[in-house]
Nanobody, 122 residues
Framework: QVQLVESGGGLVQAGASLRLSCACS????????MGWFRQAPGKEREFVAT????????YYADSMKGRFTISRDNAKDTVYLQMTSLKPEDTAVYYC???????????????WGRGTQVTVSS
């Protein structure tokens, strides 16, 4: 079993930056690819970014490329999502995810965090 706990969400103005953290505990987190998804009110959950725990390989949704960066700290078993140039349309609950392979599909995820709210005001 893997437990994922997100933190770092909040209310920011458009153009600001925010860093989300995801603490992983339980089974060896290094066995999983890690990722971030988000879900806005009334919309389906969508892929944001993913990476192998080893760090060898990252992948982003097109709308996040150049603005969001996924990274990890092995010593802390923590994955980060650095978000810059935030827009009101980035408002959503952001979920940390762990899966057996890197994937953009929610169906490939084995473990989810409870989510952290990010609200971007215009």
């Amino acid at each position: 079993q893997v437990q994922l706990v997100e933190s770092g969400g909040g209310l920011v103005q458009a153009g600001a930056s925010l860093r989300l953290s995801c603490a992983c505990s339980g089974r060896t987190c290094g066995n999983y690819a890690m990722g971030w998804f988000r879900q806005a009110p009334g919309k389906e959950r969508e892929f944001v970014a993913t990476m192998r725990w080893s760090g060898a390989g990252t992948y982003y949704a097109d709308s996040m490329k150049g603005r969001f960066t996924i990274s990890r700290d092995n010593a802390k078993d923590t994955v980060y999502l650095q978000m810059t140039s935030l827009k009101p349309e980035d408002t959503a609950v952001y979920y940390c995810a762990a899966g057996g392979v890197m994937s953009t599909m929610s169906s490939a995820i084995n473990y989810w965090g409870r989510g952290t709210q990010v609200t971007v005001s215009s």
